[in-house]
């Protein structure tokens, strides 16, 4: 098991991608700052610069190529035979997957200090009140652990997906569309104002934990749902696709 | 080491192996031939428990299933194409699947590989990725390997090296699962063969016993090529033939005398003469093809 892990690690530190991600989250926190950052400070250090949704960009193309690249470099026949078992090659990728989500907020964190530090914005002390009467650090902290489990659910669908398309640029662009515009599906389907109580369970509306968190009077209206609820049923999604995405996998024949 | 028995291979609800059963030794270099389409991919994914079979295969007293894949952490492979990461160099590449950095370096010497393994492999021509496969494949001391189509896109030297490579590693008792179109090449260093076509075995023979059976055939000659073709054809003798010259299978020649003479029917020429592997290979899918029938 710990050979499967260094072997995801190893292939991870090795990918170009997984280090100019950073750098482009980056580049991107910056432009918000200097975008929206005169009259939005609270909420962008809230928010770190934004980082949730850039994130969640990196990571559909990192998640996406982690399959396909195994399908396309002919890689998927000596993984699955080295391993003990399907679900360790599955596990081993996922985790990995999870451990990059991390840092990558982790980094978001940090840049955001930095950016604090040197911003040409007012500047608003951390300890100020902000979001449920609490100071903004604590904001901040809780809006990037909020974000870490939507963005497992975003994992969870992109591995479910990756089994299903061996194209890395179809499971990019489905995924890209799934994330960013689930959230216009999920507010259609439940501006029609019929069987609510059972379509705000449906799974694009949990794109919306992370933004309602840091944002719940507006994005109540849209979700229909609590923070608790929300939460219950990202978890519950990311659960449930795990688990059809390695019974797909399982059942792939390669 | 390796055993394999009554294996059904299934691709869907489509059965592509039919009760396979052999043994594979330490030391042992099978040759897996048989046509396009015969199976020998997907024998091989089978014993890496890559497909949905029944049957049994052991690889060292330890089950292989579609779900148990402990037993195969001694087995190296190359299938289909090299398992290699484009933006890896050929040494990464090793690195990824090496637990001894001396034992990798090793490989690369004999493969001579040493001028392009900190090239990223996105670089490589087909017969620098398939060394690259090649060494992956041996690397980790490994108890059996399994070459599918080895010598594909490599050079005459390259294709010395790994023949070389082979005898190295199964005179140490590495055991070998190798299939090839090359069939010449092949011949040069197995030790066993296996046969397969339409999924089924249809021989598994130590190589010296299987050119011993099946090296002759017998030239036949008459004075009636019409009536000898008849009398063929009823007693369902197997035969070629090429400008009124038979050829025969060994074990028929005294019935098909004395079929001939009662007949009337006289011999001008019954000598041995020798086949090639290839011609015998031919010969055995021809036959298994149309049962004890003709070709002409």
């Known amino acids: 098991m710990a050979f499967s892990f260094y072997q995801e690690f190893y292939k991870l530190c090795h990918r170009k991608l997984a280090w100019i991600a950073p750098l482009t989250l980056l580049i991107l926190m910056i432009l918000t700052d200097l975008s929206i950052g005169y009259n939005e400070s609270k909420l962008l250090m809230a928010t770190c610069y934004n980082a949730p949704d850039w994130i969640m960009l990196i990571l559909v193309v990192v998640g996406a190529t982690t399959f396909s690249m195994e399908f396309q470099n002919n890689a998927i026949l000596t993984l699955l035979y080295k391993s003990p078992s399907k679900a360790l090659v599955y596990l081993s990728k996922y985790i990995v997957i999870l451990i990059y989500n991390l840092w990558l907020h982790l980094i978001a964190m940090l840049f955001t200090f930095g950016l604090h530090e040197t911003s040409l914005n007012q500047s608003v002390s951390w300890s100020t009140l902000y979001r449920y009467q609490q100071p903004l650090w604590e904001n901040m902290l809780k809006t990037s652990a909020i974000d870490v489990l939507t963005t497992t659910f975003i994992i969870s669908l992109i591995f479910l997906l990756s089994c299903l398309i061996n194209s890395n640029s179809i499971v990019i662009s489905v995924s890209l569309l799934m994330v960013f515009m689930g959230q216009f599906i999920s507010d259609n389907l439940l501006n029609s104002e019929k069987f609510t109580q059972i379509l705000r369970w449906n799974p694009f509306n949990m794109t919306n934990l992370t933004r309602q968190y840091y944002n719940y009077a507006t994005y109540f209206d849209t979700s229909h749902l609590l923070n608790q609820q929300l939460l219950l049923g990202t978890l519950s999604y990311t659960l449930l696709f795990v688990i059809v995405g390695y019974l797909i996998f399982r059942k792939k024949r390669f | ?296």
Not at chain 2, 58 to 70: D, K
Not at chain 2, 116 to 125: N, V
Not at chain 2, 222 to 227: A, I
């Open chain 2, 1 to 296: 080491m390796l055993v394999v028995q009554n294996v059904n291979t299934y691709i869907g609800q489509k059965r592509i192996i039919t009760d396979a059963s052999f043994k594979i030794n330490p030391g042992n270099i099978i040759g897996l031939i048989g046509p396009n389409g015969a199976g020998k991919t997907t024998l091989m994914k089978t014993i890496l428990g890559l497909t949905k079979f029944n049957g049994q295969i052991l690889l060292n007293q330890t089950t292989v299933t579609e779900n148990q894949h402990a037993a195969l952490d001694k087995v190296g492979t190359l299938i289909e194409h090299p398992a290699i990461y484009p933006f890896l160099t050929g040494q990464q590449n090793l690195e990824l699947y090496a637990h001894d950095p001396d034992d990798c370096q090793s490989l690369i010497s004999k493969l001579n590989m040493n001028t392009y393994i900190h090239d990223k492999a996105k670089g490589y021509s087909l017969g620098m990725k398939q060394k690259l496969g090649i060494a992956i494949a041996l690397l980790n001391k490994p108890q059996l390997v399994i070459l599918d189509e080895p010598m594909n896109g490599l050079d005459v030297e390259a294709t010395i090296i790994v023949r070389r490579l082979i005898h190295q590693y199964a005179a140490k008792g590495t055991a070998f699962l190798i299939s090839s179109h090359i069939l010449s090449e092949l011949q040069k260093v197995m030790n066993q063969v296996i046969l397969i076509n339409h999924g089924h075995i249809i021989i598994n023979q130590p190589i010296a016993e299987f050119e011993q059976l099946h090296h002759q055939v017998y030239k036949l000659h008459t004075n009636n090529s019409q009536l000898t073709v008849d009398l063929l054809k009823n007693h369902h003798i197997h035969y070629t033939l090429d400008g009124g010259i038979f050829q025969v299978n060994p074990k028929n020649i005294f019935e098909i005398q004395d079929i001939l003479s009662s007949q009337h029917v006289y011999l001008k020429e019954l000598t041995p003469i020798s086949s090639s592997f290839e011609q015998i290979v031919v010969q055995l899918l021809n036959q298994q093809r149309g049962g004890d029938h003709y070709d002409d």
